[in-house]
Nanobody, 125 residues
């Protein structure tokens, strides 16, 4: 059974940075992707970024492109999200997720296969 655990949420001022990490366990595969989703208060969950472990490619939605960077350590089945230039609208619960499909920007509009419990990020103005 896939198990995903997020780390690194917290409170930060606007313009600041925060790094989230996600550790995956319970699987051993060659073709999969891990990504990050966010659910802001009162809004639907949205996909932000994903990383394909089979070819090392990453994808971002426009709202975070240039500010957020996704990276991975495949040996450990981990993925991190470095978030810079944070804005109050980045506030929300951030979820790590895994899909067995190849991930593109379009994939971020659809649910992934497994999810973490989420970690809270609050950006104060």
């Amino acid at each position: 059974e896939v198990h995903l655990v997020e780390f690194g949420g917290g409170l930060v001022q606007a313009g600041g940075s925060l790094r989230l990490s996600c550790a995956g366990s319970g699987f051993d595969a060659e073709n999969y992707a891990m990504g990050w989703f966010r659910q802001a208060p009162g809004k639907e969950r949205e996909g932000l970024s994903c990383f394909n472990f089979n070819d090392g490619t990453s994808h971002y939605v426009d709202s975070v492109k240039g500010r957020f960077t996704i990276s991975s350590d495949r040996r450990k089945n981990t993925v991190a999200l470095q978030m810079n230039a944070l804005k109050p609208e980045d506030t929300g619960t951030y979820y790590c997720a895994l899909t067995w499909a190849y991930c593109t920007t379009g994939s971020l509009k659809r649910p992934f296969d497994s999810w973490g419990q989420g970690t809270r990020v609050t950006v104060s103005s």
